[in-house]
């Protein structure tokens, strides 16, 4: 082969662009962004080994398949072989196809009874969703652990904060996805769960001792590594212990990267990049290069790939980036596609002891399993219709307002007799998300709820809170005393909340068990 056409091959095998579904692509246009779309000739001449497929907007998930049907029809059109697309779906297919099923967050799932098998059910439902719509690379499970409570960008998408239990369940999700013939994904290295930042905005600083990493957060890592995980993907964090220089991103480190990642923890698969658009790399030169030096094999999302191209090209001629680490990294993405199609090869199968439901149904069991409650007896009959309030603190994204005024309606729709309600059930919303991240209430959302709560006593309503947020946040006094009671379903989501509903409406009990330590 020309050693000009190679070259151009192993850098499409090592960018990973995006593919959004029309849905998304009008709402960053209605934000005032311009999202850069890939042309023929960029296909052609950089035909990309993977692709990150994403469906999810502030309204839910959209028709994400037929913008993955347009890039294959492309690229089979430029004479170029079928991409591997990779997908971030933590809480199941639904999160970013419309027609797909959505699981629990993996913070509820560890509530769960048996949390064990809540994960590898997600992890089975996610993959075979998956694999039903052309995704081969499950960007799953989330290793982080949900140490700070205050955490924007982690939360409820953490199996939890005790590290041995973590690694447990995210290796449970990950059995899961490889009985349905998936490959899976562990994030992000080295551990985004202590960050008081959001990434996508900035470079967040976590000042851990090197001991503290190895006995803590890299515990989940280790656990998902031996269970077989394909990839890890590393997070862009200032971690001065551990790059040996303050305000280095964790993604451009080869003491990260190759020193810990791949020689201490003896990860040997393919290192993706957590996507390379993030503000936490704005205004660092030559990070796709100086990634691919540090380790990166595959550098997710470049915010354009026709630029980061020819931005390697240049890099190359320059002499910033070696030959051989791009031939390197293009190996490995290649044999991460090589071992996600092995995997689909296989014949699915479902987890023992699974039931006979269909997905949909068995995806409300999980979300049902999830919920736990601080008291043994609600202070009003849940068979009764009770009144939903506005929460003080109103979510950003429609999904979450929509799920609550179907809860508000569904609990209201039989009349209150006499204008005064059974109960009245407060929502305390937490929404984990990209650029917007709202953990939950802070000190002063926690004074406002207790005035609330005392404003209704005062009135003789008997008033409970439905948590929608990470229990982490609960005052440990509140949930000791039973006062307020406290019905935790852990997300503003579309299952959750239902599950919530099926709750106030007698219909289940809430059996599950604090996954985190309170206070």
Request: with cysteine.
């Amino acid at each position: 082969m020309h050693q000009a056409r190679a070259l151009e091959l192993d850098i499409g095998a090592v960018l990973a662009p995006s593919v959004r579904s029309e849905e998304l692509l009008a709402q960053f246009r209605a934000q005032g962004q311009r999202p850069v779309e890939l042309d023929d000739e960029y296909l052609a001449r950089f035909p990309p080994a993977i692709a990150v497929a994403f469906g999810r907007t502030l309204r839910g998930p959209s028709r994400l398949s037929g913008a993955i049907d347009e890039l294959r029809s492309r690229l089979q059109r430029c004479g170029q072989a079928d991409v591997l697309l990779a997908g971030d779906l933590e809480q199941g297919p639904g999160l970013h196809f419309q027609d797909a099923v959505r699981t629990p967050p993996a913070l509820a799932l560890a509530a769960a009874a048996d949390a064990r098998a809540a994960c590898e059910a997600a992890g089975w439902l996610t993959g075979q969703g998956a694999r039903e719509r052309g995704v081969q690379l499950v960007l799953a499970p989330v290793a982080d652990m949900c140490t700070k409570a205050q955490s924007p960008i982690i939360g409820v998408r953490s199996f939890g904060d005790a590290p041995a239990r973590a690694g447990e369940l995210a290796a449970a999700f990950l059995r899961g996805l490889h009985l349905a013939g998936v490959a899976g994904c562990a994030k992000h290295f080295p551990g985004h769960g202590d960050a008081s930042g959001d990434s996508h905005l900035e470079l967040p600083r976590i000042d851990h001792e090197c001991a503290r990493w190895e006995s803590h957060e890299w515990k989940p890592f280790t656990a998902a590594i031996q269970a077989g995980v394909e990839a890890v993907m590393v997070a862009h964090l200032d971690v001065p212990a551990l790059t040996g220089q303050a305000g280095l991103a964790s993604s451009l480190s080869s003491a990260v990267v190759h020193a810990q990642l791949r020689t201490r923890l003896g990860f040997s698969g393919a290192v993706l990049s957590d996507a390379m658009d993030m503000g936490a790399l704005a205004g660092a030169h030559s990070a796709n290069a100086r990634a691919l030096a540090a380790g990166v094999d595959v550098l997710l999302c470049p915010a354009d790939p026709a630029r980061a191209a020819q931005e390697l090209l240049d890099d190359l001629k320059a002499g910033r980036l070696e030959r051989s680490h791009l031939a390197r990294a293009a190996g490995r993405a290649r044999e991460l596609c090589a071992r996600a199609r092995a995997r689909l090869s296989a014949e699915s199968s479902k987890p023992p002891g699974s039931p006979h439901s269909g997905p949909s149904t068995w995806a409300s069991e999980l979300a049902q399993q999830t919920l736990l409650c601080n008291v043994k007896r609600w202070p009003w009959k849940l068979t009764r219709p009770c009144e939903v309030l506005h929460p003080l603190v109103h979510p950003k994204g429609e999904e979450a307002r929509a799920a609550l005024e179907q809860l508000r309606m569904a609990l209201s729709r039989a009349g209150y007799g006499g204008g005064q309600p059974a109960g009245v059930v407060l929502p305390v919303v937490g929404e984990i998300g990209a650029w917007y991240g709202n953990p939950g209430p802070d000190a002063a959302a926690l004074r406002a709820i207790e005035a609330k709560l005392e404003s209704l006593a005062t009135l003789g309503w008997p008033a409970a809170l439905l948590w929608l947020a990470t229990p982490k946040l609960i005052p440990k006094a509140w949930w000791d005393t039973g006062r307020p009671a406290i019905l935790c379903g852990f997300a503003a989501t579309p299952g959750q909340v239902a599950a919530a509903q099926a709750f106030f409406q007698g219909q289940v009990a809430a059996r599950g068990c604090l996954p985190v330590q309170l206070g």
